[in-house]
T-cell receptor
């Protein structure tokens, strides 16, 4: 059973608010990822990290930022949320050298 | 990213029938092909995977086949049950990157 957690599960906020989506894993995985997914669409990689103090942008341009100060924690921040940011955000992790990707339960973000 | 075509986008089957979902990819360097099941409120879970040196892998009612020459791989679910209803995503891995299909919404009708 994978131990990767995302909070909050659902978030409804107003335009212009700053938000942070939390993601934590207790498996000691080096690699962590953030995906954005709209209904009926594929997952798009927006950020990834291969270890502490390592962060990279993914294939899909995103106005969000991430940090990786600790191995187990990979938060995603939106400085000023807009309605176009409404989407589901999925966090995932995998072990260095292994390819199995473990997903969190996701955060459904709605920006009004 | 590398293209992954997944078909069909929606699939309805009667309980007990089989379901097949197909994915086609373009990168010949891909060497790992996982399938994920996404249920509402449960996130996405790896259900089966296959590596490029294997043509078929089976786990109880679920199987995956891989044709590297044709660059396609398929998920097969036999004896479907209502709890199999979910969205299924294929993926392929090139280097360190995962590339996902667009998903198939499977509905198993009791």
């Amino acid at each position: 059973e994978a131990d990767i957690y995302q909070t909050p599960r659902y978030l409804v906020i107003g335009t212009g608010k700053k938000i942070t989506l939390e993601c934590s894993q207790t498996m000691g995985h080096d690699k962590m990822y953030w995906y954005q997914q709209d209904p009926g669409m594929e997952l798009h990689l927006i950020h990834y990290s291969y270890g502490v103090n390592s962060t990279e942008k993914g294939d899909l341009s995103s106005e969000s930022t991430v940090s990786r100060i600790r191995t187990e924690h990979f938060p995603l921040t939106l400085e000023s949320a807009r309605p176009s940011h409404t989407s589901q955000y999925l966090c995932a992790s995998s072990d260095q050298g292994l390819e199995k990707l473990f997903f969190g339960s996701g955060t459904q973000l709605s920006v009004l | 990213g590398e293209n992954v075509e997944q078909h069909p986008s929606t699939l309805s089957v009667q309980e007990g029938d089989s379901a097949v979902i197909k994915c086609t990819y373009s990168d010949s360097a891909s060497n790992y092909f996982p399938w994920y099941k996404q249920e509402l409120g449960k996130g996405s879970q790896l259900i089966i995977d296959i590596r490029s040196n294997v043509g078929e892998k089976k786990d109880q009612r679920i199987a995956v086949t891989l044709n590297k020459t044709a660059k396609h791989f398929s998920l097969h679910i036999t004896e479907t049950q209502p709890e199999d209803s979910a969205v299924y995503f294929c993926a392929h891995v090139t280097g360190n990157q995962f590339y996902f299909g667009t998903g198939t919404s499977l509905t198993v009708i009791p």
